[in-house]
């Protein structure tokens, strides 16, 4: 027998059905809560994994770091001490070598005034009474200060009234010709005692470059040169020097 349903059965379904529908939902609700607990959870544990992984590559990267920053610092004060030694060597072969040409250019002056004292000086007097300047006595490294002028002369051959300056040379330049034209022009302002003395000039020299031999006779100048071991006045017999 079939038994009819009332509206309150209808009522009483709808009222179990939505328990029933309300009763599914809690239960997903405390799964999902569960669920994001335990991913929270896992995720914290993860995070503080990443962290102490973190930390141990810093830590690591650190002491490398600061084994690195040592070693560098034992490789520059290396470098720099060896540098330091280099340097020192270098210094102290500069010195070698600045000592060694001090003793050339000593020995190359000592040869100088050999040249001028053993060659040049003794022969002055002879050579020049030979071409009738009857000078009769020599002067060498004459120096002398006249207000603001000052003159050092390497050889004068002089008598009572007439003298021969003589400026010498290693290597005579046309520089040197005119820088001894310039003396000449002051010698006797300079050196007043033989201000009334006929003054002749002369250049003597080991060696001349080029024509400057010429140059210098052109200007009324004597040249000596050497000859062996002796000097000659290289200038013709028929030249006329100038007299200042």
Known sequence: MTQNLTLEDFYNLFRESERLIRQSLEASRQEFDRRM????AEFQRDLAESREAVDRELAAFRVEFQQGLVESRETFDRELSESRIEYDRRIAKAERIAIQANEAVSNLSSRWGRFVENLVAPAVLRLFQERGILVDRTHQRMRARRENQHLEIDIFAVNHD????????????????????????????????????????AMAAIEIDGDVDKYAENQGLFILQQSG????????????????
């Open 37 to 40: 607990a335990e991913s929270r």
């Open 162 to 201: 007439v003298g021969v300056v003589i400026e010498v040379k290693s290597r005579l330049t046309q520089d040197h010709v005119r820088k001894f034209l310039e003396k000449l022009e002051i010698f006797k302002t300079v050196f007043t005692e033989y201000r009334h003395h006929q003054l002749y000039g």
């Open 229 to 244: 071991d002796s000097v000659h006045i290289s200038t013709d017999r028929e030249f006329s020097p100038r007299s200042w």
